[in-house]
T-cell receptor, first 112, second 111 residues
């Protein structure tokens, strides 16, 4: 198992609400990437944070935003939740932007 | 845009047989190709990766081959065991650690 942790493990929200997901990177890693994995699909890249700044973004709307803290942990925030946002949200950490990524266990979000 | 196609979507083999999963990527600038194994309800786990300056890499029963000219790479698992049963994802990366994943292959190894 990797040292990447995520919280919470499960979350149920209703349409229009806002959610914050958290990720603690593996010791020694300064880069965190976030992915959305819909049921039966491969993970889709949302964005990456390196040294507290966004360092690349996938095809996700601005209501998906993030932060990285000085200890390299990270948050994913999603505003105005939609039913299609229901998915497993994975974070992955790496030691240098672009190097091997190790995934956390994910947060399963259900939007009703 | 960037795209990774993965085949087959499901694969069933007898224990001890070999399994091969193939991926094709669209962007010739891709330079890093990891493979992840994801068991039901668990995190994707890196099982092997290869960079564009290498044609083949092996780790015990697992090997990956890369053909840059054809823009495809493959995962080979030999002497399959029931515990190899899982969903396998290939991915490609151009830069900034942005991984583009394939759709996944569900591998079933029958005892």
């Amino acid at each position: 198992e990797t040292g990447v942790t995520q919280s919470p493990t499960h979350l149920i929200k209703t349409r229009g609400q806002q959610v914050t997901l958290r990720c603690s990177s593996q010791s020694g890693h300064n880069t965190v990437s976030w992915y959305q994995q819909a049921l039966g699909q491969g993970p889709q890249f949302i964005f990456q944070y390196y040294r507290e700044e966004e360092n690349g973004r996938g095809n996700f709307p601005p209501r998906f935003s993030g932060l990285q803290f000085p200890n390299y942990s990270s948050e994913l925030n999603v505003n105005a939740l939609e039913l299609d946002d229901s998915a497993l949200y994975l974070c992955a950490s790496s030691s240098i932007a672009g190097e091997t990524q190790y995934f956390g266990p994910g947060t399963r979000l259900l939007v009703l | 845009g960037e795209n990774v196609e993965q085949h087959p979507s499901t694969l069933s083999v007898q224990e001890g047989d070999s399994a091969v999963i193939k991926c094709t990527y669209s962007d010739s600038a891709s330079n890093y190709f990891p493979w992840y194994k994801q068991e039901l309800g668990k995190r994707p786990q890196l099982i092997i990766d290869i960079r564009s300056n290498v044609g083949e890499k092996k780790d015990q029963r697992i090997a990956v081959t890369l053909n840059k000219t054809a823009k495809h790479f493959s995962l080979h698992i030999t002497e399959t065991q029931p515990e190899d049963s899982a969903v396998y994802f290939c991915a490609a990366s151009i830069k900034l650690g942005k991984l583009i994943f394939g759709q996944g292959t569900t591998l079933q190894v029958k005892p």
